[in-house]
């Protein structure tokens, strides 16, 4: 019989087993690095019992944090040969070898978290990062803004890597050049769990754009051909300048930056809003059309501080059509595909980041997903992600996220 003790023992046993010593790695083999947004879910899931250990953990991530304030979306710390593209293909120019691209911001928002479990501890270990977390956010606001919403140069950097979101802006790419190339995602999962070669030709087409103009911004500005206003992006964004506000002014800080970027972002978070839709969406910079797609990052909008009733009735509707929580694509467009990577499966990271807001907001669901989100990794473990229909796991196991969210926001013990 699976108890609250065993899963709590086994959620601590799988981020010690990924544990590098000073950063995790998401799960053995498949992500054998240090990725941002899962490095600072697993901040999160450390602060549960080890808040030192957490605070560890932000600042090795920022320890490769580029002169122009970007924070890579992988840090090649120690070479592995299994994993492609590696960090000769991205040819980063950080501290540390690097790719080229960031990642959704929530490690200020973590940071708060954090802090928040041991302020005494918290103080002196944020201090130092908070000019840092200054200028990753200030390095969005002066590269990646389309009328003050976030866009993406990469669907890697959104973190939903294949999601129906790009398939527009994708299709216009000519993957000329390219080449031979081995994957290695497929040697570790099933095929059909992974982004088709026809999207993977078109990754690695953007990733040896930004490699050949050696990541120069203003020139990626000018000639990436990818350009996608994301919610992703948007809505984390805006929640991570709101906490980092917060420990600004706890910290005695000069927050005028801050403030404004949260003017800036509150006001873009309107042009993502598509009225036939009638929810937030992605739009393509480029050539201005939505994606029409209602995701997972859709409903991240109460995580953001936007409090919009129509995205209640659409969260409704899609929670109707699936058991646990929300899935990543609407499961009545004819794209959803349950098991396919962020075209239709369910992740607790998006089911706790959409939770916490409506908690916060006092929007009533935001229980129910977190009661689902218990149940379904109660019944089928610590996967990187999930079937929302039969809870079924599905990608990488033992995975650091899943193992944090259930650490710090899921498990009974931490409710009673």
């Not at 509150?266 to 059309?289: C, H, I, P, Y």
Request: aromatic letters at 12%; hydrophobic letters at 40%; glycine letters at 8%.
């Amino acid at each position: 019989m699976t108890t609250t003790q065993n899963l709590d023992d086994s959620a601590k046993a799988i981020l010690a087993s990924n544990d590098k010593g000073k950063y995790t790695v998401p799960t053995h083999g498949l992500y054998p690095y240090q990725w941002n947004w899962d490095s600072a879910f697993a901040a999160y899931g450390f602060a549960q019992y080890d808040v030192g250990r957490a605070w560890l953990e932000l600042e090795t991530l920022f320890s490769g944090q580029w002169d122009d304030g970007m924070v890579p979306h992988i840090l090649f710390h120690t070479i592995d040969a299994g994993y492609f593209p590696g960090p000769d293909v991205w040819g980063g120019v950080g501290p540390i070898p690097s790719s080229g691209i960031s990642q959704p911001p929530i490690a200020a928002t973590m940071a708060r978290f954090v802090y928040e479990k041991n302020p005494a501890i918290g103080a002196d270990r944020l201090a130092p990062l908070f000019e840092k977390f200054v200028a990753w956010h200030q390095w969005f606001i002066d590269w990646r803004l389309d009328n003050g919403a976030v866009c993406i140069t990469h669907p890697w950097e959104a973190g939903r890597d294949n999601a129906p979101d790009w398939d527009g802006a994708m299709e216009v790419l000519d993957p000329v050049g390219v080449g031979e190339y081995t994957r290695r995602d497929t040697s570790h999962v099933d095929d059909d769990m992974r982004p088709t070669k026809h999207d993977y030709d078109r990754y690695l087409w953007l990733v040896q754009q930004g490699s050949r103009l050696k990541w120069d911004q203003s020139a990626l500005l000018e000639q990436n051909p990818f350009r996608v206003a994301d919610p992703t992006m948007t809505f984390t964004l805006l929640r991570a300048s709101r906490d980092l506000l917060a420990l600004g002014k706890l910290l005695g800080k000069d927050v005028k930056s801050v403030e404004k970027h949260i003017a800036i972002l509150e006001a873009g978070v309107q042009t993502l809003w598509n009225e036939k839709l009638g929810s937030f969406d992605s739009r393509d910079v480029r050539s201005g059309r939505w994606a029409n797609s209602i995701s997972n990052a859709s409903f991240l909008c109460w995580y953001g501080g936007i409090d919009k009733p129509e995205m209640l009735e659409r969260l409704e509707q899609i929670m109707s059509k699936v058991q646990y929580g929300v899935p990543s694509f609407n499961p009545q467009d004819a794209k959803f595909d349950s098991k396919r990577y962020w075209r239709g499966p369910v992740w607790a990271i998006m089911n706790m980041l959409i939770a916490v807001g409506m908690e916060e907001m006092g929007v009533a669901q935001g229980q129910q997903i977190r009661e689902s989100t218990q149940r379904l990794i109660t019944e089928n473990g610590f996967a990187e992600y999930f079937d929302p229909i039969d809870g079924s796991p599905a990608g990488g196991d033992s995975f650091t996220w899943t193992a944090a969210v259930w650490l710090g926001w899921v498990s009974p013990s931490i409710r009673n």
